[in-house]
């Protein structure tokens, strides 16, 4: 089974400052990590996701996020906050099954807010 | 293009009542995905479609049910509805496999 562990429920930052939320994973395989974006009353947007290829991954809205196997971990970054990032977060792992189709494992979620 | 589209936006049912919830993938997706998002939790696997198939199943009880359509289309039953059921269900749709998931905005459903 797959699992993640998103680490602070809710999280604030300055708007200018860095963005980091926490997300460590637990797989018996190689993961596929994804972190999701949702607005309010909207459904998720993948912001990035990591497929096995570079261990640093960009995505939009200018966030990144580290692949570190030994750690287990994948956080999100980005390295000055704005208004619009205030939103909810997730990080999801994927497992494979059998057949083409994988499901998604979420995270229970962080709150970004963003202080002026 | 439209994206996924999810009907109705909002729902109220009472306890023991059935629902539908109804999902239209985005162009060229032939997978749909369901998840349930209780308040204040990340996304739940419900299960998933493909071919007219339910291929992958959550850990949901047998109330919960599907079906997808020849056009891709796809349909969330749920029977005997409980208090609990009351949360945002979100339909996802893929081509082939689930990297790139497409969310739709979700419907609400309240239980009373």
């Known amino acids: 089974a797959q699992s993640v562990t998103q680490l602070g429920s809710h999280v604030s930052v300055s708007e200018g400052a860095l963005v980091l939320l926490r997300c460590n994973y637990s797989s018996s395989v190689p993961p596929y990590l994804f972190w999701y974006v949702q607005y309010p009353n909207q459904g998720l947007q993948l912001l990035l996701k990591?497929?096995?290829?570079?261990?640093l991954v960009k995505g939009i809205n200018g966030f990144e996020a580290e692949f570190k196997k030994s750690e287990t971990s994948f956080h999100l970054t980005k390295p000055s906050a704005h208004m619009s990032d205030a939103a909810e977060y997730f990080c999801a792992v994927s497992s494979i099954s059998s057949g083409s189709a994988r499901q998604l494992t979420f995270g229970s979620g962080t709150q970004l807010t963003v202080l002026p | 293009d439209a994206g996924v589209t999810q009907s109705p936006t909002h729902l109220i049912k009472t306890r023991g009542q059935q629902v539908t919830l109804r999902c239209s993938p985005k162009?060229?997706?032939?997978?749909v995905s369901w998840y349930q998002q209780a308040l204040g939790q990340g996304p739940q696997f419900i299960f998933q479609y493909y071919e007219e198939e339910e291929r992958q199943r959550g850990n949901f009880p047998d109330r919960f049910s599907g079906h997808q359509f020849p056009n891709y289309s796809s349909e969330l039953n749920v029977n005997a509805l409980l208090l609990g059921d009351s949360a945002l269900y979100l339909c996802a749709s893929s081509f082939g496999t689930v990297e790139k998931l497409f969310f739709g905005s979700g419907t609400q459903l309240s239980v009373l």
């Open positions: 990591y497929t096995s290829a570079a261990t």
């Open positions: 162009s060229g997706h032939d997978t």
